[in-house]
């Protein structure tokens, strides 16, 4: 299943971050930034699987020169130089297809704010999600002309700016022009999944979106997976959430699977009843029969919905009632250790 994530953020000096070192961990190489002579060095890097300079008017530059004319430019302490784009890669296309998805962004970003745009892709971390291809996007905040002259900051960049104007956010526009892109790629590779950048409640759907694991969960059940190699045992989760996480997944796994057989049974019934239709039977006849199948799949799916709507509910309930009971051990345990350091509490 494709899953559709942007996400778009600015990186300012102010927080301690610096274009030159940032571009150096996406793109996995060794840039020495002139303005602080702080050297960032990851060669050494490993998921990078490609890092493409798209600059307008087509121009070639290295990428360690054009980043540190762009420091360059900026000469307040509080500038920000940079905007960053995260996307998702659907893991239904191959690296060529990946790639070719995220460069053709960069190009459609560089073209409409006339900026230029840094393309890594990444494939996903060894611990984690097999699933997980990703790219970051970094944007120049200014202008930067076919001959490479660098201009002024691109207001339409600036979220604070639009909303003074009452624009749309540069994020809110480039969710559904992500969306665009990406369903294009996928159905050029001929794959039934497509992204929707509309939130669950706009779609129609029930239920919120799935909730992130956190980085200290994530970190444990990394840990824990790490054991697991080393034992030569298979991994399970060790934590609740990860647990109630991929008890959701294993749901969602099913019902799109028999989604796809329900779509694949369609597209065959389809052809035979092409076939037919060029038969001496009689097409009214055909038609009924095939209206009733229609009728019986959709009744079908329709009862799948609710019975994985009904999981996902008790999923969710018993995921509440399990912190509760843990949230009462947690209070249990504080209460017996304060009888044990201070004795028992007064009307205990």
Same mark, same amino acid.
């Given at each position: 299943?494709?899953?559709?994530?942007?996400?778009?953020?600015?990186?300012?000096?102010?927080?301690?971050?610096?274009?030159?070192?940032?571009?150096?961990? &996406?793109?996995?190489?060794?840039? $020495?930034?002139?303005?602080?002579?702080? $050297?960032?060095?990851?060669?050494?890097?490993?998921g990078?699987?490609? =890092? $493409?300079?798209?600059?307008?008017?087509?121009?070639? !530059?290295?990428?360690?020169?054009?980043?540190?004319?762009?420091?360059?430019?900026?000469? +307040?302490g509080? =500038?920000? #130089?940079?905007?960053?784009?995260?996307?998702a890669? #659907?893991?239904?296309?191959?690296?060529?297809q990946?790639?070719?998805?995220?460069?053709?962004?960069g190009?459609?970003?560089?073209?409409?704010?006339?900026?230029?745009?840094?393309?890594?892709?990444?494939?996903?971390?060894?611990?984690?999600?097999?699933?997980?291809?990703?790219?970051?996007?970094?944007?120049?905040?200014?202008?930067?002309?076919?001959?490479?002259?660098?201009?002024?900051?691109?207001?339409?960049?600036?979220?604070?700016?639009?909303? &003074?104007?009452? %624009?749309?956010?540069?994020?809110e526009?480039?969710?559904?022009?992500?969306?665009?892109?990406?369903?294009?790629?996928?159905?050029?590779?001929?794959?039934?999944?497509?992204?929707?950048?509309?939130?669950?409640?706009?779609?129609?759907?029930?239920?919120?979106?799935?909730?992130?694991?956190?980085?200290?969960?994530?970190?444990?059940?990394?840990k824990?997976?790490r054991?697991?190699?080393?034992?030569?045992?298979?991994?399970? #989760?060790?934590?609740? +959430?990860?647990r109630?996480?991929? +008890?959701l997944?294993?749901?969602r796994?099913?019902?799109?699977?028999?989604?796809q057989?329900?779509?694949?049974?369609?597209v065959?019934?389809?052809q035979?009843?092409?076939?037919?239709?060029?038969? #001496?039977?009689?097409?009214?006849?055909? =038609?009924?029969?095939?209206?009733?199948?229609?009728? +019986?799949?959709?009744? !079908?799916?329709?009862?799948?919905?609710?019975?994985?709507?009904?999981?996902?509910?008790?999923?969710?309930?018993?995921?509440?009632?399990?912190?509760? %009971?843990?949230?009462r051990?947690?209070?249990?345990?504080?209460?017996?250790?304060?009888?044990?350091?201070?004795?028992?509490?007064?009307?205990?």
């Amino acid at each position: 299943m494709a899953i559709f994530h942007l996400t778009m953020k600015p990186m300012a000096r102010s927080s301690g971050r610096s274009v030159i070192g940032s571009i150096a961990y &996406r793109s996995g190489e060794n840039l $020495t930034n002139l303005r602080d002579g702080v $050297t960032h060095d990851y060669s050494r890097r490993d998921g990078v699987e490609s =890092a $493409t300079l798209v600059l307008p008017g087509e121009r070639a !530059e290295e990428r360690g020169v054009f980043w540190n004319r762009v420091e360059a430019h900026h000469k +307040r302490g509080d =500038a920000v #130089p940079g905007r960053e784009i995260q996307v998702a890669l #659907p893991a239904e296309l191959d690296p060529d297809q990946r790639r070719a998805l995220a460069v053709r962004y960069g190009q459609d970003l560089s073209a409409r704010y006339g900026v230029a745009v840094d393309v890594a892709v990444h494939r996903p971390h060894g611990e984690g999600d097999e699933r997980n291809h990703h790219a970051h996007i970094v944007m120049s905040a200014c202008r930067v002309e076919p001959d490479g002259t660098l201009g002024k900051k691109v207001a339409e960049l600036d979220p604070i700016h639009c909303k &003074r104007h009452q %624009l749309p956010t540069p994020a809110e526009y480039e969710r559904g022009r992500w969306e665009e892109l990406t369903n294009t790629a996928l159905a050029q590779a001929q794959c039934h999944a497509r992204i929707d950048h509309r939130s669950r409640a706009e779609q129609g759907l029930d239920g919120s979106a799935q909730e992130k694991m956190g980085p200290a969960v994530t970190a444990i059940e990394r840990k824990a997976q790490r054991e697991a190699r080393a034992e030569g045992r298979e991994y399970e #989760p060790v934590t609740d +959430r990860a647990r109630e996480r991929s +008890r959701l997944l294993e749901l969602r796994d099913v019902a799109l699977q028999k989604a796809q057989q329900a779509l694949e049974w369609g597209v065959e019934y389809a052809q035979r009843m092409a076939r037919r239709m060029q038969s #001496p039977f009689s097409r009214e006849a055909l =038609a009924a029969v095939g209206t009733q199948e229609i009728e +019986r799949q959709s009744q !079908e799916r329709a009862q799948a919905q609710a019975r994985l709507q009904l999981q996902q509910e008790q999923a969710q309930r018993e995921a509440v009632q399990r912190e509760q %009971l843990r949230q009462r051990q947690v209070e249990r345990d504080q209460q017996r250790q304060i009888d044990h350091d201070h004795g028992p509490s007064l009307g205990r």
